[in-house]
């Protein structure tokens, strides 16, 4: 694959340093129940992050994300391939302390204030108890919850958890910050305020990964990604890379068509879709949109809308999930490299 | 250390605010109508009546909150995710683990401490004082709760609290009962069962050290109120004891270390 060969060596002049995260052909493979029956919920991912990206990690339910972050955070041990976190070992002390970990729906201890819970987290991190509370204190103050300092976590709303999630993320100024579905659970206001957060993080200089099945959130803060499905990546690299860049198709809404227009549209195989006084039809062909706006036109139509829709990274994932499941019922199935950049 | 000390004093609070000793109250309560009522049908027998009612009551009371609260310990912390918070921190696993431990044995000794002296102020209100061996008895209580927290601590690192509660208290009963167990082992002729009786108590802590009424040790039979546990007795118990947990808890860590936490 030369293509790879080419940005693996692009990356290495740009940063001579060992990458943030590393998995190489991990595998996770847990037995449950009784049974022990096989779940395959990793079957090779190899990633790899760089100093000072905001890496996403995409995928819908089920792909595999929670499973990759909880290796490289040390909680799951590989079954096959390699998780390295600052060129160490995933789950290695020395590593684990220049990270920061922000677990899916989390949950804290019920009897503890957020700010004593805080002032805990930071005495693991080998922070002295005066200098952890002072961090708690500030850190509450940033993610707004310094009103909530002595409140016990038990009386908090799942967004207000979500910020102490945040919050402990951060209180030993790690150079890594992994969130894993950091978005649920959120209200608007909150997903801008992580959204400025993340980007505050990026400016100081710090790497993020995080996980989503949002693919929105991630699109637009994402330097790089990594499409998972069903414990396969299917896809890595620059957004823009990864998306198709035509044109799919063309939405157009236009207002009062007169009976002319609705036939001489009908002529091209357009059925307009009429709301009130307002049609609506979508172009599947780009090259005929000047011909259609000169026919709207001509007729007298007004028009009020046109909208030229880009693939999207839902696109690419439901592209990408039709391939593996294509794949996986053919008994010889091999990792779809559809689209595989530099990872 | 200091790690391990910052899990010991959140667990700690968390039993507290978790509102573990309500437990006492009720101990307390139990212990004076007990001894009054016992007490009014023994004349002359009050207070002996009491020092065997609130030993043997402490004692359970004790086996029964670590045995409750030390199974879901470490089940807790996986239920309620907060593992996936606290391990991605730089802590060694058993850090984790001896950090827990460590946390309800300091609340089980404050309990300790506020039943003996609930005991001692039933026994001055009735006259009496508590004596050398009462308080050397008190210290056995509380090594054996030690035993069986670190029991119930490392069924509950791989097993659910039910699995966990039931291990324990099994290994409890079978550790108050080694020295019969040893007995009937003599007596029977099958080899087989024989030597398997011999197994088990050759495994399973003997906590027939910590619970000295009604025992026969030294070929003394010993009465709650016999004088003969000195303090080298307790030291020794106390020694058994601590090589006992260690090694259980050494087994724990090393499970836990291995887990997956899914």
């Given at each position: 694959?030369?293509?790879?060969?080419?940005?693996?060596?692009?990356?290495?002049?740009?940063?001579?340093?060992?990458?943030?995260?590393?998995?190489?052909?991990?595998?996770?493979?847990?037995?449950?129940?009784?049974?022990?029956?096989?779940?395959?919920a990793?079957?090779?991912?190899?990633?790899?992050?760089?100093?000072?990206?905001?890496?996403?990690?995409?995928?819908?339910?089920?792909?595999?994300?929670?499973?990759?972050?909880?290796?490289?955070?040390?909680?799951?041990?590989?079954?096959?391939?390699?998780?390295?976190?600052?060129?160490?070992?995933?789950?290695?002390?020395?590593?684990?302390?220049?990270?920061?970990?922000?677990?899916?729906?989390?949950?804290?201890?019920?009897?503890?204030?957020?700010?004593?819970?805080?002032?805990?987290?930071?005495?693991?991190?080998?922070?002295?108890?005066?200098?952890?509370?002072?961090?708690?204190?500030?850190?509450?103050?940033?993610?707004?919850?310094?009103?909530?300092?002595?409140?016990?976590?038990?009386?908090?709303?799942?967004?207000?958890?979500?910020?102490?999630?945040?919050?402990?993320?951060?209180?030993?100024?790690?150079?890594?910050?992994?969130?894993?579905?950091?978005?649920?659970?959120?209200?608007?206001?909150?997903r801008?305020?992580?959204?400025?957060?993340?980007?505050?993080?990026?400016?100081?200089?710090?790497?993020?990964?995080?996980?989503?099945?949002?693919?929105?959130?991630?699109?637009?803060?994402?330097?790089?990604?990594?499409?998972?499905?069903?414990?396969?990546?299917?896809?890595?690299?620059?957004?823009?890379?990864?998306?198709d860049?035509?044109?799919?198709?063309?939405?157009?809404t236009?207002?009062?068509?007169?009976?002319?227009?609705?036939?001489?549209?009908?002529?091209?195989?357009?059925?307009?879709?009429?709301?009130?006084?307002?049609?609506?039809?979508?172009?599947?062909?780009?090259?005929?949109?000047?011909?259609?706006?000169?026919?709207?036109?001509?007729?007298g139509?007004?028009?009020?809308?046109?909208?030229?829709?880009?693939?999207?990274?839902?696109?690419?994932?439901?592209?990408?999930?039709?391939?593996?499941?294509?794949?996986?019922?053919?008994?010889?199935?091999?990792?779809?490299?559809?689209?595989?950049?530099?990872? | 250390?200091?790690?391990?000390?910052?899990?010991?004093?959140n667990?700690?609070?968390?039993?507290?605010?978790?509102?573990?000793?309500?437990s006492?109250?009720?101990?307390?309560?139990?212990?004076?109508v007990?001894s009054?009522?016992?007490?009014?049908?023994?004349?002359?027998?009050?207070?002996?009546?009491?020092?065997?009612?609130?030993?043997?009551?402490?004692?359970?009371?004790?086996?029964?909150?670590?045995?409750?609260?030390?199974?879901?310990?470490?089940?807790?912390?996986?239920?309620?995710?907060?593992?996936?918070?606290?391990?991605?921190?730089?802590?060694?696993?058993?850090?984790?683990?001896?950090?827990?431990?460590?946390?309800?044995?300091?609340?089980?000794?404050?309990?300790?401490?506020?039943?003996?002296?609930v005991?001692?102020?039933?026994?001055?209100?009735?006259?009496?004082?508590?004596?050398?061996?009462?308080?050397?008895l008190?210290?056995?209580?509380?090594?054996?709760?030690?035993?069986?927290?670190?029991?119930?601590?490392?069924?509950?690192?791989?097993?659910?609290?039910?699995?966990?509660?039931?291990?324990?208290?099994?290994?409890?009963?079978?550790?108050?009962?080694?020295?019969?167990?040893?007995?009937?082992?003599?007596?029977?002729?099958?080899?087989?069962?024989?030597?398997?009786?011999?197994?088990?108590?050759a495994?399973?802590?003997?906590?027939?050290?910590?619970?000295?009424?009604?025992?026969?040790?030294?070929?003394?039979h010993?009465?709650?109120?016999?004088?003969?546990?000195?303090?080298?007795?307790?030291?020794?118990?106390?020694?058994?004891?601590?090589?006992?947990?260690?090694?259980?808890?050494?087994?724990?860590?090393?499970?836990?270390?291995?887990?997956?936490?899914?």
């Open positions: 694959m030369p293509a790879k060969v080419h940005t693996e060596k692009q990356s290495m002049s740009q940063s001579t340093s060992t990458p943030v995260l590393r998995t190489h052909n991990l595998a996770k493979t847990f037995a449950l129940g009784f049974f022990r029956k096989k779940v395959h990793v079957r090779d991912v190899s990633l790899e992050v760089k100093k000072g990206e905001i890496f996403g990690l995409l995928g819908p339910n089920g792909a595999g994300k929670t499973t990759t972050l909880k290796v490289l955070m040390g909680l799951i041990k590989p079954t096959a391939g390699s998780a390295e976190v600052f060129g160490r070992p995933a789950g290695h002390i020395v590593a684990k302390a220049q990270l920061g970990y922000l677990p899916e729906s989390p949950y804290f201890y019920d009897y503890l204030t957020s700010l004593e819970f805080l002032v805990l987290v930071g005495e693991l991190c080998g922070l002295r108890r005066r200098e952890s509370r002072l961090r708690a204190e500030k850190l509450l103050e940033r993610v707004e919850l310094s009103h909530a300092a002595n409140l016990a976590l038990r009386r908090y709303s799942k967004g207000m958890l979500q910020r102490v999630g945040l919050a402990q993320a951060l209180i030993n100024n790690p150079q890594l910050v992994v969130l894993d579905e950091p978005l649920t659970g959120l209200d608007p206001l909150g801008k305020q992580l959204r400025e957060l993340i980007a505050e993080l990026r400016n100081e200089g710090k790497t993020v990964v995080l996980s989503s099945h949002i693919l929105s959130d991630v699109e637009a803060l994402a330097d790089r990604v990594a499409i998972l499905v069903k414990g396969r990546m299917v896809a890595s690299g620059k957004l823009s890379e990864l998306l860049t035509r044109v799919i198709n063309t939405e157009i236009i207002s009062s068509p007169p009976e002319a227009l609705v036939k001489a549209l009908a002529a091209h195989d357009i059925t307009p879709r009429l709301v009130g006084d307002v049609a609506h039809f979508t172009l599947e062909q780009e090259s005929a949109t000047d011909e259609v706006v000169d026919l709207i036109r001509t007729h139509a007004r028009l009020m809308a046109l909208i030229p829709r880009k693939e999207s990274l839902e696109d690419v994932v439901v592209r990408q999930a039709a391939v593996v499941d294509a794949q996986s019922e053919s008994p010889n199935a091999q990792t779809p490299n559809a689209k595989t950049g530099g990872a | 250390m200091r790690k391990v000390w910052a899990i010991t004093l667990t700690f609070r968390e039993a507290i605010r978790n509102k573990v000793l309500y006492l109250l009720f101990f307390a309560v139990l212990v004076i007990a009054r009522a016992f007490g009014a049908l023994s004349v002359n027998e009050e207070v002996r009546l009491t020092v065997d009612l609130g030993l043997a009551g402490m004692s359970l009371f004790l086996v029964i909150i670590a045995i409750f609260i030390g199974v879901n310990l470490v089940y807790k912390e996986l239920e309620r995710k907060t593992v996936y918070t606290l391990l991605p921190k730089p802590i060694h696993r058993y850090q984790f683990v001896l950090g827990k431990f460590l946390g309800l044995t300091l609340t089980l000794f404050i309990q300790t401490l506020v039943m003996a002296f005991l001692a102020a039933v026994l001055w209100s009735q006259g009496a004082e508590v004596s050398g061996p009462i308080v050397r008190m210290v056995l209580i509380f090594f054996e709760v030690v035993v069986v927290t670190a029991i119930a601590v490392f069924f509950s690192s791989f097993s659910t609290p039910f699995l966990s509660g039931m291990f324990t208290i099994g290994i409890f009963l079978l550790g108050r009962s080694v020295p019969d167990i040893r007995a009937v082992a003599a007596k029977i002729t099958q080899p087989l069962l024989s030597s398997l009786l011999e197994g088990v108590s495994i399973v802590p003997n906590l027939r050290y910590y619970f000295v009424t009604g025992a026969d040790i030294k070929g003394q010993v009465s709650v109120n016999g004088t003969f546990v000195d303090w080298g007795y307790v030291g020794t118990a106390a020694g058994y004891a601590s090589i006992y947990t260690a090694l259980v808890l050494l087994f724990a860590m090393a499970l836990f270390s291995r887990r997956d936490f899914i």
